[in-house]
């Protein structure tokens, strides 16, 4: 299992590489035949347009590799940071000090924003007029609202703040839920505080 899973990884790096290398040749190839057939005047080389457009192509594919090695990269980077704090959480559950957060020991606390939606879908004639005269007739504002849990613990000498991962649900709601589970289970690292892990999810 854990072969085939270094294979699949050296596969994918070897598919980035590969994207990475196509990109920069195809940019570089692509530019300079660009370059050079945008100001070349002889008759040596025989349809020049033709010569000229294809370099025009080879930048384009150039561009897609290097983009598309650009967005593997960045999702490498992703799954690797996921795979982190999976085993952070992990080590957490195992070694770090569990505590139970009650309604009694923590604070529910909101905060809202406005976010700006655009509308979806093609303006109707009438908007479009409407448009001209105020440009924010495409964009609605909505009020953003998050809900987040925060205990309170101290570690030798200090006071420290934890605070959940935010939810788009009302504290009402939260208080219900933190109500029906009798508590949820909060994991901290007691060598670094820093590093802990509410147990719950309320989506």
């Given amino acids: 299992m854990i072969n085939n899973q270094a294979a699949g990884s050296a596969g994918h790096q070897l598919c980035n590489k590969m994207d990475r290398l196509l990109g920069y040749v195809f940019l570089g190839v692509g530019l300079l035949g660009f370059v050079f057939f945008l100001s070349y005047n002889g008759t040596a080389i025989p349809f020049k347009e033709l010569w000229f457009v ?5 930048m ?10 650009k967005l593997k990269e960045r999702s490498n980077q992703q ?6 704090r999976l085993a ?5 559950k195992e070694t770090g000090d569990k505590i139970r957060v009650t ?5 529910i606390k909101s905060r809202s924003y406005l976010q700006e939606i655009v509308k979806e879908g093609l303006p109707s004639s009438i908007e479009l007029i409407e ?3 105020n440009s924010n007739r495409n964009y609605k504002t909505e009020e953003v609202i998050q809900t987040y849990i925060l205990f309170m613990k101290e570690y030798n000498g200090k006071m420290y703040k934890f605070i959940s991962e ?10 219900r839920y933190i ?15 820093a590093k802990y892990y509410f147990d719950f999810s309320m989506e």
């Fill in 54 to 58: 294809l370099s025009f192509f080879l």
């Fill in 60 to 69: 384009i594919g150039g561009a897609y590799f290097f983009a598309k090695y």
């Fill in 79 to 84: 799954n690797i940071s996921n795979n982190s």
């Fill in 88 to 92: 952070e959480i992990a080590l957490l």
């Fill in 103 to 107: 309604l009694e020991n923590a604070e």
């Fill in 131 to 133: 448009g001209l005269n």
């Fill in 166 to 175: 935010a939810t788009t649900m009302d504290a009402y709601d939260v208080k």
């Fill in 179 to 193: 109500d029906s589970q009798k508590g949820i289970d909060l994991f901290i690292d007691s060598n670094n505080p």
